[in-house]
């Protein structure tokens, strides 16, 4: 197998979930002991979400980008980001790779392109909902992207950042995200995007009425079915 690494704690909580699901992957398509070569660097997410509110958009990337020129060092075949919003640095990341960096987007978005779905609606942070970054990764795989007014986007980061980031599931936040994702839905959303990699915690496919798709997971998938090859 082809070893992947992984840059994480953004947050610690779904970085865990990353580790179990590939490990998963690897048991379940060559089963007995078979587990996942991997090598992790975890940052301190207190220190990210800083760079992010403050705009230190380009420290931020040089930063990542310097983990991942070292995970390759250090014997990594592929580079998976285990996060959605920084994910906004990749052009910045992948230019100092001579390795393919896998990215979470387009993960998601085959996805949903092979179960024949075109309208989504996306939940996650409030860049990855506001800003073109993401929404136009989307919209190459000729995705039609619908996002949640203002007051809804403010409530879904707050959630993220100030309770799903520090391992806490509140039932007010997931009717709170029942609400928006049917608000979605009856704005002609086909399918949601769990589009945080924290929003698994919370809630899934039994808290709407259409298709979900876990960015989390599939990201985890995809990156387990390249170690396998």
């Given at each position: ?26 048991r379940d398509r060559l089963g ?198």
């Amino acid at each position: 197998m082809r070893t992947i690494g992984l840059i994480g704690g953004m947050s610690w909580e779904s970085t865990a979930l990353y580790y179990k699901l590939i490990n998963e992957r690897v048991r379940d398509r060559l089963g007995k002991l078979h587990s996942a070569p991997l090598l992790l660097y975890s940052y301190d997410f207190q220190e990210i979400k800083q760079m992010q509110y403050a705009g230190r958009w380009q420290e931020a990337a040089s930063s990542l980008a310097e983990v991942a020129r070292r995970l390759e060092s250090a014997g990594a075949r592929a580079i998976v980001l285990c996060t959605n919003t920084m994910h906004k640095l990749a052009p910045e990341i992948t230019s100092k790779l001579t390795i393919p960096f896998i990215h979470i987007g387009d993960a998601t978005a085959e996805r949903i392109r092979a179960k024949g779905y075109r309208r989504v609606g996306l939940l996650g942070t409030k860049f990855t909902m506001e800003e073109d970054f993401y929404i136009e990764r989307l919209r190459a795989h000729d995705l039609d992207v619908l996002v949640p007014p203002a007051d809804a986007r403010a409530d879904v980061n707050r959630i993220i950042y100030d309770e799903l980031c520090l391992g806490v599931t509140a039932e007010p936040s997931r009717r709170r995200y029942q609400d928006v994702m049917a608000a979605l839905v009856a704005s002609g959303a086909e399918c949601i995007i769990l589009g945080c990699t924290e929003i698994t915690m919370l809630v899934g496919q039994g808290d709407t009425t259409v298709e979900t798709f876990d960015t989390t997971a599939i990201h985890a998938e995809t990156a387990a079915d390249f170690a396998i090859g």
